[in-house]
C-alpha cells in the first residue's frame, strides 16, 4: 500500500477533528508559549504560568459580569 500526502492530511485533520476543546485550548497555550520564548528570552514554562495568570484573570472577570 503506497501511503500518499493526501492519507497523511485525512489522518492529520481527522486528529484534530477528535480533539476536545480543552485539548485545543491546551495545545494552544504551548505554542503560545513557545513562541513568546523566541521574543522575550523567557523558557516556555515561564510563559506558560503567565499565560495561566492572564488567562485565570480573564475567566474571573467573566465570571464577575
Known sequence: MTITPEHIEAEHKAALASLT????RAIQRLQQAKQRAH????FPDENLKLIFEAEAETRMRRQAA
Open 21 to 24: 476543546e480543552a485539548q485545543r
Open 39 to 42: 521574543f522575550n528570552g523567557r
